[in-house]
């Protein structure tokens, strides 16, 4: 793209977490193949984490500071401090840097402003600016809708939960048949953010406030496909008119981008031996099960010896990704317990991260332990990988709850993690049983049907089509 040409100009500012950075860098490649001019905002301290990354013509990367000290970073609620902190203290950073981006040689002004969930203070940067701006909502169609009914569920009294015997006495199971567009579901399946016994739930109050907040946008962006979330997307087409589903995202970059420049750009550094490893594996196709929880969940020690030994008694081949900080005390492969890696030796894999769309689309790989966190769940989707799902924060329960249910590629861990119940499950997913095989059918079905929403003339293709045309009409 001809820099100083006028053109439209877009300014992206995700949540600084790898489960919103990531989809985030896809839509900026996307739109930067298209002829849009890119800017990147990361936080200072991501974007030392990424190493300073470099751009190229039309595509910067730029950074605030996110206002926390070194022990708001390691706190236990870290995840709070920062939402609270961008919030008091990025808002006037953000402002500055469009409009002395503007004034750049050879750079357009910024001419509309993207952002993903939690950090919806930023579309006051785009009303200040006068221009446009889009929310990327980085769960499923049917996450945002069930973010949005938060404030229904706590009206009608359905949360907070009266107290500690509801979490456990069937109370979760309390049918939700009212959500336009949706089956029947579990109260509990909603969101996480339901298992509250606080009437001032921090947590509840800025997931309402958040999703609420996108009407205020000129549109809606999401990680997903029409045929997978048709019905609900139906539904939420009445409440925000201008809804883009432009996913799967990482098949969309794999169809229309052709120089990455974010690719490899991680948080964490991608263990380059695990790949070597699965190309090594001397089972047949699709013997390995991949293992990750994210970039955010928080396994105690417990749960962690609870996967660990299933795993163990399984006796399949797996590559787990342990992070720092997976296991609470940020603890990461340390808290393996004692033995494990032994038991295991000779058909397990370790790594601290990877690169995990290539794992699951690696042939080795034909199953997913995840924690259903919505990115991993579209990139198994387009791998063709079933999954076994174990869902324990905020959107993940209902994405489980669509896997296993409407879209029938998963298996669902009870929520009180049983070892016994891990190798099961394992193995009912990697053995050729009849549950395994409709599940794997499912997977291929669900696959072809992502790529074929991302080629020409597919609904996903032609929405970031429709989308980019938007952001050129509004920046003209
Ligand atoms: C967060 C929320 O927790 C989740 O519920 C919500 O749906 C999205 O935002 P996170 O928990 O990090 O995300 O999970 P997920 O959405 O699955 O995102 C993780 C990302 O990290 C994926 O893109 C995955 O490919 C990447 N990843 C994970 C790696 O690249 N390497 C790894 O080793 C592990």
């Not at 013997?287 to 010896?305: D, I, R, T």
């Amino acid at each position: 793209m001809e820099e100083g040409k006028r053109a439209a100009h877009a300014m992206l500012f995700p949540f600084p977490c790898s489960g919103h950075i990531n989809p985030t860098l896809k839509l900026a490649e996307l739109l930067h193949s298209r002829g849009v001019h890119v800017t990147f905002v990361n936080t200072d301290h991501n974007h030392q984490r990424l190493r300073r990354p470099r751009g190229r013509e039309g595509f910067r990367f730029e950074s605030v500071a996110d206002g926390l000290d070194g022990a708001d970073r390691v706190a236990p609620d870290r995840t709070v401090r920062l939402y609270l902190s961008l919030r008091k203290t990025c808002k006037a950073p953000l402002l500055d840097l469009a409009r002395r981006l503007g004034k750049r040689e050879g750079v357009p002004p910024v001419t509309c402003v993207v952002i993903s969930g939690l950090v919806s203070f930023a579309l006051a940067v785009a009303d200040d600016l006068r221009v446009p701006s889009f929310v990327l909502w980085g769960t499923s169609a049917v996450g945002f809708v069930c973010t949005l009914r938060l404030r229904q569920l706590r009206q009608r009294g359905y949360t907070p939960l009266k107290d500690e015997t509801y979490l456990t006495n069937g109370y979760l199971d309390t049918p939700i048949d009212w959500i336009a567009g949706m089956p029947t579901v579990r109260l509990g399946d909603v969101s996480s953010f339901v298992r509250t016994l606080d009437p001032t739930s921090f947590a509840l109050r800025v997931e309402e406030e958040e999703a609420n907040s996108c009407a205020r946008a000129q549109g809606l962006i999401l990680n997903t496909f029409h045929d997978l979330e048709a019905d609900v997307l139906d539904a939420l087409g009445d409440e925000f008119p201008r809804v883009y589903t432009i996913g799967p995202l990482a098949a969309a970059m794999h169809r229309r981008v052709d120089h990455h420049v974010a690719s490899g750009l991680s948080l964490w550094e991608e263990d380059a031996a695990c790949m070597a490893w699965l190309d090594a594996r001397p089972e047949p196709p699709g013997s390995v099960l991949y293992v990750s929880f994210g970039s955010l969940a928080v396994l105690s020690p417990g749960q962690l010896a609870e996967f660990a030994w299933g795993l163990a008694a399984s006796e399949r081949p797996f590559l787990w990704v342990v992070r720092p900080g997976l296991v609470g005390g940020d603890r990461g492969m340390d808290a393996l317990p004692e033995d494990f890696l032994a038991a295991t030796k000779g058909r397990s894999f370790i790594a601290e991260w990877c690169a995990q769309e290539q794992v699951l689309r690696h042939r080795a790989v034909g199953g997913f332990l995840t924690h259903s966190g919505w990115n991993s769940t579209t990139e198994s989707i387009w791998a063709g990988v079933p999954m076994i799902c174990a869902p324990g924060f905020a959107d993940q329960y209902i994405n489980c709850r669509y896997a296993c249910g409407e879209w029938g590629i998963g298996l669902r861990l009870d929520e009180e993690l049983r070892r016994e119940q891990v190798a099961a499950h394992v193995e009912e997913l990697m053995g050729g049983g009849k549950k395994a095989q409709d599940m794997r059918r499912n997977a291929a079905e669900w696959k072809a049907r992502a790529e074929a929403a991302t080629e020409p003339g597919g609904s996903a293709y032609e929405n970031l089509d429709k989308l980019v045309e938007e952001l050129r009409v509004e920046g003209s």
